[in-house]
Nanobody, 116 residues
Framework: QVQLVESGGGLVQVGGSLRLSCAAS????????MGWYRQAPGKQRELVAS???????NYVDSVKGRFTISRDSTKTIGYLEMNSLTFDDTAVYYC??????????WGQGTQVTVSS
């Protein structure tokens, strides 16, 4: 079992920045990939960014150059640095981890709202 707690969401103006955090606890030794997903109203949940245990990152095209995913040295805290935010970035953001030997866990989600 792995528990995930996200923080850092909120209200930000267009062009602003936010940093989301995801703290993992429980069976953390088996965490492989950590990712961030988002779901906007009326839309499907989409993968925003992911990072492997070896530090390989992947981003959806719409956030490339604006968002940066990272993990701390213990690999149990993940971050999503979001810059140059636009209205289209408004969504609930979910932390997700995939374990080495199977199993996927989700956080409860944190709301990001971009306003004018």
């Amino acid at each position: 079992q792995v528990q995930l707690v996200e923080s850092g969401g909120g209200l930000v103006q267009v062009g602003g920045s936010l940093r989301l955090s995801c703290a993992a606890s429980g069976n953390i030794a088996t965490i492989d990939v950590m990712g961030w997903y988002r779901q906007a109203p009326g839309k499907q949940r989409e993968l925003v960014a992911s990072i492997t245990g070896g530090g390989i990152t992947n981003y959806v095209d719409s956030v490339k150059g604006r968002f940066t995913i990272s993990r701390d040295s213990t690999k149990t805290i993940g971050y999503l640095e979001m810059n140059s935010l636009t209205f289209d970035d408004t969504a609930v953001y979910y932390c997700n981890v995939r374990l080495l030997f199977g199993g996927v866990y989700w956080g409860q989600g944190t709301q990001v709202t971009v306003s004018s």
